[in-house]
């Protein structure tokens, strides 16, 4: 069972930037593809942004295009999401998750480890 243990969350002013780190445990780490999901009190669990195992495709949700970036160190073990010109309504726990496939996915239910998450707190 692959541990993923996510950092680096905390609070930020708006307009500021934030960068989230997953550390995996286990051998499997550069197999699959990885994706970062987001949910916000009160509201389901969405989609932020997603890498390939080899890290040369990525796909991100609508909403942080262009302010966030996603990539992963295998040699580490570590997927990271950078997060510029944060915005309030990017507030709220983000988990990493590994995929049970290579490719990158939007769905949830393409993903098999989760991990428990880091807060992200953006003030106004």
């Known amino acids: 069972q692959v541990q993923l243990v996510e950092s680096g969350g905390g609070l930020v002013q708006a307009g500021g930037s934030l960068r989230l780190s997953c550390a995996a445990s286990?051998?499997?780490?550069?197999?699959?593809?990885m994706g970062w999901f987001r949910q916000a009190p009160g509201k389901e669990r969405e989609f932020v942004a997603t890498i390939s195992r080899t890290g040369y495709t990525t796909g991100y949700a609508d909403s942080v295009k262009g302010r966030f970036t996603i990539s992963r160190d295998n040699a580490k073990n570590t997927v990271y999401l950078q997060m510029n010109s944060l915005k309030p309504e990017d507030t709220a726990n983000y988990s990493c998750?590994?995929?049970?496939?290579?490719?990158?996915?939007?769905?949830?239910?393409?993903?098999?480890?989760w991990g428990q998450g880091t807060q992200v707190t953006v003030s106004s």
């Open positions: 286990g051998r499997t780490f550069s197999t699959y593809a």
């Open positions: 998750a590994q995929s049970r496939s290579s490719s990158t996915s939007t769905d949830p239910d393409m993903y098999g480890n």
